[in-house]
């Protein structure tokens, strides 16, 4: 009764709408949307359509996507053509406005797409990837290219994309870097002058697509609402959609956010195949939602009985706070999950541990979550609580299950996972609060005190120890995938602590890993997970390899010096060890010095561990005992370690592609780099203090 009488409030104070019904052409494949209420459309991620027929891509949350498609493929080749291998003409017109947080940013945009593959969208990305293609896919030359034509209305600058700037239109075909793009804008007719548009301006804005299939090129059109077609085009490419559209093809609307909140709306939108798409009734378009001010005056026109009034307003604010306080604390639980074990915490019991998820209780924010301090009410436990975004339709139960295999794990040197909260679109880890904070702190942050040589050298072994049992000892194979100096915890005594398991993969022993996203920091990524795209313990040595640099050095793996020039750690630790003084490679601001035989054993095995070639690495397993002096170091090149260096000392570039396998660790780590222009004949080695440099003869 409550529920029909709030819902009755609403229906009272709601204005009214007008939403033209789809129509169709002779042939169905025309369609026009005066507003979308009761439209046949399908709909998956954010997108939804509000009670006034307006479209929703995105309704504010960060790292979404939403996508909005004609149900049936469209059949965009027509076999009675005499050219049946090219695609079909089309034309469609769109009226479309972006709501950003500030009057000038946004987050990501929005596009129209024409996709022979719908699952194509299920495993695309939010944020730059605009919800239509993910690392793997995008791209025309690559063989796992996806097939999709788009309009994008791009709100963001991604130099990897090679956008032109943080606002502007562009035309892709199976690669997110436009073909050609352009300043959103149009040109007026009277005075010829091109006109900006700001795609973030919170005003709706008119589209007019055009395809000929016959001259295989394609017209982009836009003006603000209420403006007729501009006569010059604002993009016009050649583009042949032949190998796009190889039979029916899907066509519709994808957009994304990604750190920022924002709102894509689609107001009305028209389609036609081998004609011009019909005119949209403007006056007929759903309203956009107010930007802000002072409420609209027809609710205060609105006379009521007081009683009624009264009444109405008692009930709906009881309703709304009881429904409130549900989807306050609502959380999302699945009958497999019992099955677990995992010790699942209440998002009611962490949201009063955290103080809400204050910014007062926030510890740390990274590229993949951020991470509060909380006290847990009932035992007065301190831990830290991480927010992981995440899209609940897809692998939500492979990540708990990896969540609940993590949560078993017990090792000195490791950050204890202690349990897991689910809500839409939120996974929350609870671990073991660190009181000393990250490493990284210390390395970088001097105000904090620098940790003498012995501490490094004692948090070196313990995180050693920790990915040993991760690779070797435990019962599965656990994958890290993110080890740095900032996801190593230090404890009340000051012990090292791998933590960070958001990104972590599981497999069992002896069998292949599955390629997967390649995710991670720059610096610490293995060179091969480019081309691979498999997570191995080999990627966690090369990863270990760059923090045992970063902690002796006390630099980071990728910096640029004072003359802006990129300065990568492992060519100038290498370059310090060809001139014989590798020692001078080690952070200076050591209190107290250091045992030269350690730091160079450290610096030595960190070049070691970050050679490019992963069958060259040492297992973690050999590392330890390395660190240990359980077994000294193989005799080492240190010219074997880096390709960059090895270019700069022969002065010639190496062909990698041809390059021969190369021994294990165990074995000397003695590359045969005669696959490159020069052969090995061509080099001589001679002594320079403990080391061995090559030289061109």
Known sequence: MLLQLCAALVLLLMPACHCAAPTGGSDGHQFVYNGFAGANLTLDGAAAVAPNGLLIMTNGTIQMKGHAFHPDPLPFRDAAAKNATAARS????????????????????????????????STALPGQFLGLLNTTDNGGGSRNAAHIFAVEFDTILNADFHDVNSNHVGIDVNSLRSIDAAHAGYYDDATGRFRNLSLVSRKPMQVWVDYDGGA??????????????????????????????????????????????????????????????????????????????????????????????TLLL?????????????????????????????HRFTYKELFHATRGFSDKRLLGIGGFGSVYKGVLHKSGMEV????????????????????????????????????????????????????????????????????????????????????????????????????????????????????????????????????THVVGTMGYLAPELGHTGKATPATDVFSFGAFLLEVACGQRPMREDEHKNRVVL????????????????????????????????????????????????????????????????????????????LEWICGTDFNTNTMPSVSSASSGVVSDFSGGRRSNDCLQQHEVGDTRKMELC
């Open 314 to 342: 008692a009930v709906g604010v009881s309703a709304c706070a009881l429904v409130r306080w549900r989807i306050k604390y609502a959380e999302v639980r699945e009958d497999w999950e019992v099955a677990l074990g995992t």
């Open 90 to 121: 089309f034309s469609t017109t769109f009226v479309f406005a972006i709501y950003g947080p500030y009057a000038d940013l946004s987050s990501h945009g929005l596009a129209f797409f024409v996709s022979p593959d719908k699952e194509l969208l």
């Open 570 to 645: 492992v060519d100038w630790v290498a370059e310090h060890w060809c001139r014989g003084l590798i020692t001078d490679a080690a952070d200076t601001m050591i209190p107290n010095g250091f045992n030269p035989d350690e730091i160079t054993l450290v610096l030595k095995l960190g070049l070691m561990c970050s050679h490019p070639l992963p069958n060259a690495r040492p297992s973690m397993r050999q590392v330890t005992q390395y660190l240990n002096g359980d077994i000294p170091l193989p005799n080492l090149w240190p010219t074997s370690f880096n390709f960059s260096m």
């Open 384 to 515: 830290a609580v991480k927010k992981v975004p995440h899209e609940p339709k897809h692998g939500m139960k492979e990540l708990v299950t990896e969540v609940s295999c993590i949560g078993r794990l017990r090792h000195r040197n490791l950050v204890q996972l202690l349990g897991y909260c689910r809500r839409k679109g939120e996974l929350l880890l609870v671990y073991d609060y660190m009181p000393n904070g990250s490493l990284d702190k210390y390395l970088y942050d001097r105000s904090k005190g620098a940790l003498d040589w012995p501490q490094r050298f004692h948090i070196i072994k313990g995180v050693a120890s920790g990915l040993l049992y991760l690779h070797e000892d435990w019962e599965q194979v656990v994958v890290h995938r993110d080890v740095k100096a900032s996801n190593v915890l230090l404890d009340s005594g000051m012990n090292g602590r791998l933590g960070d398991f958001g990104l972590a993969r599981l497999y069992e022993h002896g069998d292949d890993p599955q390629t």
């Open 216 to 309: 295989r090129h394609v017209a982009v059109t836009m003006a603000p609402l209420g403006v007729s077609r501009p006569k010059k085009p604002l993009l016009q490419a050649a583009v042949d959609l032949s190998g796009v559209a190889q039979g029916t093809a899907y066509v519709g609307f994808s957009s994304a956010t990604g750190v920022l909140f924002s709102r894509h709306f689609v107001l009305g939108w028209s389609f036609a195949l081998d004609g011009p798409a019909q005119a949209m009734d403007v006056a007929a378009l759903s309203a956009l939602p107010r930007a802000g001010g002072k409420p609209r005056s027809k609710v205060l026109e609105i006379v009521l009985p007081v009683a009624s009034v």
